[in-house]
């Protein structure tokens, strides 16, 4: 039986080699003759995710396998291709207009608490997997260094959807009222194509307050909340680590006690290192953990929580605490205290930041309790 095989190109041209090869050398046993010309065959036999719509399979037998399957028993999957293949038709130009409906123009953002790795493949898988679908994609993304090829009000309002691939919490501001699915960068990077599918699916207009959220959505949110908003202070805390580690390092390599020596480069370094870096790290923990929480109302009160926190001498624990606490209660004071039009400008600038910070002071007690 003449045969004609279809290798998906997306499945790489070492698999696809490696298949032909071996369905070729099996081919006799099976009492097959693998074939290019189409219009010979008689039994089509794919390799891919789907059969591909091509009006010259029309009428000829046609099994879809996988390659994986075909790579390691090539007799028996021909054996099985060849009695269980069916007669295919074309399907009709009908499920045109529903493709033509998907998004064509995407957005997307990632970022992860380190702003390195994830941050950058998450970004690339995206933009790959969505330019062989045929759409217009830009991703920008939220590194150590910053927002790499940001995305601008322009492209945001032409965006027919918005894809947020990230590990800690990022400012979506300025996606107000799109379309909007949320995902990790680990998802993003190793199943692409079905996150890719459930954000056509799934996707719903981004509200910056959350009042547009769903009740069940917000609950899976909320269970993850916690972590996410740790992993974002860490992230702003890790520069602080580096920088200081490394200053503290090139002090000791003038030698381990030439730091105590005044006016040296040795001492400035350590200077430098451990009395402004590390004295900064527990702040900057604290003050964007309550940032992830409660945006900009927090930032002041978790610092100033962070700063108690080191000054007391609670450490990281103290800090940790006292940026959850400094963020959901300005998250509170945001949300629930209402007042006149006339003084809500005040809330951000004096209210929050003020009561945050004296019911914040309290945590920094909770590590001695």
């Not at 003050?287 to 927090?298: K, L, M, T, V, W």
């Amino acid at each position: 039986m003449k045969t004609l095989l279809i290798i998906d190109a997306n499945l790489g041209q070492a698999r696809a080699y490696m298949a032909k090869t071996l369905l070729g050398a099996a081919a006799h046993k099976a009492n097959l003759e693998i074939i290019d010309n189409p219009n010979d065959a008689e039994l089509a036999i794919v390799l891919a995710d789907a059969v591909p719509n091509d009006s010259a399979l029309n009428g000829k037998k046609v099994w879809l396998g996988d390659i994986a399957r075909a790579v390691a028993h090539p007799e028996l999957f021909l054996n099985e291709a060849k009695g269980h293949a069916t007669p295919y038709s074309a399907p009709t130009a009908v499920a045109a207009p529903a493709a033509a409906s998907g998004p064509k123009r995407v957005v997307a953002v990632t970022a992860c608490p380190t702003g390195v790795a994830h941050t950058f493949m998450a970004a690339e898988a995206i933009e790959t997997e969505a330019k062989k679908r045929g759409w217009w994609v830009k991703v920008e993304t939220r590194g150590s260094v910053g927002a790499g090829n940001a995305i601008t009000p322009e492209e945001v309002a032409e965006a027919d959807l918005v894809i947020v691939a990230a590990d800690i919490e990022v400012d979506l501001a300025k996606f107000a009222g799109k379309p909007m699915y949320r995902t990790s960068t680990g998802l993003a990077l190793k199943k692409t194509a079905q996150e890719l599918d459930k954000a056509v699916a799934e996707a719903t207009p981004y509200a910056p307050t959350g009042k547009a959220q769903a009740a069940a959505t917000e609950g899976k949110k909320e269970s993850a909340g916690a972590y996410r908003h740790l992993l974002t202070g860490v992230s702003y805390m890790l520069p602080m680590v580096v920088a200081g580690g490394l200053c503290i390092a090139l002090s000791f390599a003038f030698g381990i006690e030439a730091f105590k020596e005044e006016g040296t480069l040795a001492a400035a370094l350590m200077q430098i290192g451990g009395g402004s870096a590390f004295a900064l790290m527990v702040p900057v923990l604290a003050g964007y953990i309550a940032f992830s929480i409660a945006d900009r109302p927090g930032l002041t009160p978790g610092l100033i929580g962070g700063m108690l926190a080191v000054s007391t001498g609670s450490g990281f624990i103290g800090g940790i605490i006292a940026g959850f606490l400094a963020g959901y209660v300005a998250k509170l004071i945001s949300t629930k205290l209402k007042l006149p039009q006339s003084m809500e400008a005040l809330k951000p600038i004096l209210i929050i930041p003020l009561i945050s910070s004296l019911i914040g002071r309290s945590g920094d007690d909770l590590p001695y309790w």
